[in-house]
């Protein structure tokens, strides 16, 4: 990969870098930076731009954030250790069609199940109203809940 080459995938990873040959160095990139840090310092000065710039698209196609929710830990069993991660936050990629029927159709489950809990809800505390007021609407029927719910209240 020439300079050129880096200059053009430098930029189609991130269209406001610049490179070496521009006004500022890979080397000033936040993530470059970050990564360079971490490295020992014999190493650091070793990379040319044009590396950089490659391990920044290797590395780099992935952002890493920081979650409002990040949980990690490790389990031990027996002889095993497993580890896990949970991280969640606010969705800031563009979905895929496919992922927004889905997400659609998750909204829509969600919101049939609320409703359809909420109305039932409402249905018991009508039913228990209306037995404690002493309605009978079908003479000699019960549901049994009445019942029940007296005798949980004590």
């Known amino acids: 990969m020439n300079n050129e080459q880096a200059t053009s995938v430098l930029k189609a990873v991130d269209p406001q870098a610049e490179t070496s040959t521009g006004s500022t160095s890979v080397r000033k990139d936040p993530f470059v ?3 360079l840090e971490r490295l020992p310092r014999e190493s650091r000065e070793s990379f040319t731009d044009e590396q950089l710039t490659g391990l920044k698209v290797a590395l780099g196609a992935r952002k890493w954030g920081r979650h409002p929710v990040d949980l990690r830990g490790t389990l031990s069993f027996w002889r095993w250790r497993y580890y896990y991660v949970f991280v969640a936050g606010r969705e800031r990629r563009t979905l895929t069609q496919r992922e927004q029927m889905l997400a659609r159709g998750a909204q829509a489950a969600f919101l049939f199940g609320f409703l359809a809990f909420s109305a039932l809800m ?3 505390i009508l039913y ?5 007021l002493g309605i009978d609407l079908i003479p000699g029927t019960s549901l049994g809940i009445w019942h029940w719910f007296k005798g949980a209240g004590g």
């Open 122 to 124: 409402g249905l018991l």
């Open 128 to 132: 228990l109203v209306k037995s404690a």
């Open 33 to 35: 930076a970050g990564l």
